[in-house]
């Protein structure tokens, strides 16, 4: 029987808050104020603080002493950082892993969902399902810890950003030419095509950044 994870208190305010972030409800600068934020979602301030210590990780909010927390603005060396770091770790899990049949169906599958996700947000919650789907063979757990954590950071950028891109299709593409070198063995290849899929969305989200005024 497959394992139910129960999400924490803190979990489910740490998703509120950043939803509230990627929605433009609180507002890049803007102090977070604990005790509204607390009165608001019903929770003590306990909660609430180690959600924003757990953003300030995933890199929504910057704290500084004696002024608490701020929303973060996006920033372009930032996101480049992010998804640099993302590629090479996603490379050396890929190389750990092992395919079946299975799981490049599985993958076939999740690809499916990405091109018919009807909506940013179904699109991004289907892209993160293929993705960790990709690694998850990987045996390193640490490896997986800190892709999950490069995931997280990078996912406000998706959402702010994803809208706007030119050449979404493409990026499918390379999730497909990923799945066929894992299915005619070859790893090297589809770390290549890795590789160049995290880098094509780093290049295409900066442009989107620049092009439409935005802080990054």
């Known amino acids: 029987m497959a394992e139910i994870r129960r999400i924490s208190l803190v979990d489910r305010v740490r998703e509120e808050l950043s939803r509230r972030m990627r929605a433009g409800e609180l507002l890049p600068g803007e102090r977070l104020n604990e005790t509204a934020l607390a009165e608001q ?11 924003l210590l757990g953003l300030e990780q995933d890199t ?45 169906a599985t993958l076939r599958e999740l690809e499916h969902e990405c091109r018919l996700a009807s909506d940013d947000v179904g699109a991004i919650a289907a892209d993160v399902r293929w993705h960790t ?43 497909e030419a990923i799945i066929d070198a894992l299915a005619g063995a070859d790893i090297e290849g589809a770390v290549r095509w890795l590789t160049v899929h995290w880098r094509e969305l780093a290049r295409q989200l900066h442009g989107v950044s620049q092009r439409v005024g935005s802080d990054p």
């Not at 004696?66 to 770091?85: P, Q, S």
């Open 60 to 104: 929504y909010v910057r704290s500084s002493p004696g002024k608490g927390f701020v929303v973060a603005a996006l920033d372009a060396r930032e996101m480049l950082d992010i998804y640099c770091v993302l590629a090479e770790l996603d490379a050396t899990a890929l190389r750990m892993a092992r395919f079946d049949e299975v799981t490049l």
């Open 133 to 175: 789907t990709l690694v998850a063979s990987c045996p390193n757990s640490y490896l997986l810890e800190q892709i999950e954590l490069s995931r997280r950071a990078a996912s406000r950028y998706e959402h702010a950003l994803l809208c706007e891109l030119p050449h979404r299709s493409a990026l499918s593409d390379h999730h």
């Open 41 to 51: 979602l019903g929770v003590s301030a306990t909660p609430i603080r180690e959600a």
